[in-house]
């Protein structure tokens, strides 16, 4: 079943670029406060330095101002995690770039630049939306380091000190970073879990109806798209009214929820599982033909016969129907149906598959 398999895959790749992409919308909110901070303080910086001896390429300093702006600008209208961290990478590598100039030509230029690309790195530990993002971006900065290094224009004792520093900010922002994603992560899930409810029947945990049929369109969509097969197993309780009718809707509830819950292990995440309405059930079945719609039916025939039912063992009747081509899914979904009442109509606790 590679198919059904890389249905699997998909889905936790959806789940986490819906994260990425959710993560990337609440930075893009602040990213035009950092932009202004970010330019406000790169002219900040020329000017003080102005103030002391030997100012060295001022008017590329005020070249890249506006450059730092542009950047700033595409941060916020970035339509893609990628281009994002571009932005992102290309903002500071700017920043950092204006603060090495402004470093030179002062007695101790290192000593210069070290504030300014400490507060880079640890004032955008929270920016980025992932991991290899926060690399990339610390190791832009951390590169202006290296001509102080490499030309050994810096005092033995202001070069470790330097990088001393340099690696105790460079750790502070990698905690910052992870315990920042940490919390977002946790934001999305419970997110994630408030829109789950939204969808789902309140007693048994099944999709509701409405949004079971939503689902179906979509699958239906992809099926008629890649060519793979669809099938739907409509499910109904036998003698359910009698169930409630002698020992009330408290034990006819029990009943629902205990066949729901056994239903959602025994199915994969690819399948689709929800409530049409009173002791009805249906599953949707992404890449599986009805010789295995018929097998599963089975199992799950046998796994429902251990639920626990106050006045009999509990048995289904089921009806499966595979789509055609040129069908909608509300058409496979009756033949579904009519199906699970020839079941019926057969002697119930048995499947049958629509015409």
């Avoid at 504030?115 to 980025?128: K, Q």
């Avoid at 030309?151 to 920042?180: C, N, P, Q, W, Y």
Wanted: with cysteine; proline share 3%.
């Amino acid at each position: 079943m590679p198919h059904r398999k890389r249905l699997l895959d998909a889905l936790a790749v959806d789940r986490e670029q819906a994260f990425r992409e959710q993560t990337l919308t609440r930075l893009q909110l602040t990213a035009f406060e950092m932009g202004v901070m970010a330019v406000v303080g790169s002219i900040v910086a020329v000017l003080i330095r102005l103030l002391i001896p030997t100012p060295e390429y001022v008017g590329l300093r005020m070249v890249l101002l506006p450059l730092t702006a542009l950047f700033a600008f595409l941060i916020v209208r970035a339509p893609t995690v990628r281009t994002y961290g571009l932005a992102c990478m290309a903002t500071i590598a700017v920043v950092t770039f204006n603060s090495y100039l402004g470093a030179l030509g002062t007695d101790r230029p290192l000593m210069y630049f070290l504030p300014a690309a400490l507060t880079i790195v640890l004032a955008t530990s929270f920016f980025w939306v992932t991991w290899g993002q926060w690399v990339a971006g610390s190791a832009v900065c951390y590169a202006f380091f290296l001509p102080f290094v490499v030309e050994h224009s810096a005092s033995r004792a202001d070069t470790v000190f330097s990088l001393f520093f340099a690696g105790m900010a460079l750790l502070a922002g990698s905690v910052s970073h992870k315990r920042i994603q940490d919390y977002q992560r946790v934001a999305f899930e419970q997110e994630c879990r408030l829109a789950d409810l939204s969808v789902t029947d309140a007693l048994t945990g099944a999709r509701s109806r409405a949004e079971f049929l939503q689902q179906a369109e979509n699958v239906a969509i992809d099926a008629r798209t890649s060519g793979m097969p669809l099938t739907l197993i409509y499910l109904d309780i036998d003698h359910f009214k009698r169930l409630n009718d002698s020992h009330g809707h408290a034990a006819g509830d029990a009943v629902l929820r205990g066949m729901a819950d056994t239903l959602q292990r025994a199915l994969s995440k690819v399948d689709v599982f929800g409530r049409l309405g009173g002791e009805e059930f249906s599953v949707l079945l992404p890449d599986q033909d009805v010789d295995q719609a018929l097998a599963l039916a089975g199992r799950l025939r046998t796994l429902l016969a251990a639920v626990p039912r106050p006045d009999r063992m509990l048995t289904v009747s089921a009806g499966i129907a595979s789509m055609r081509e040129g069908e909608s899914i509300m058409q496979t979904l009756h033949r579904a149906d009519l199906a699970m009442l020839k079941a019926k109509q057969s002697g119930r606790d048995t499947v049958c598959v629509a015409d």
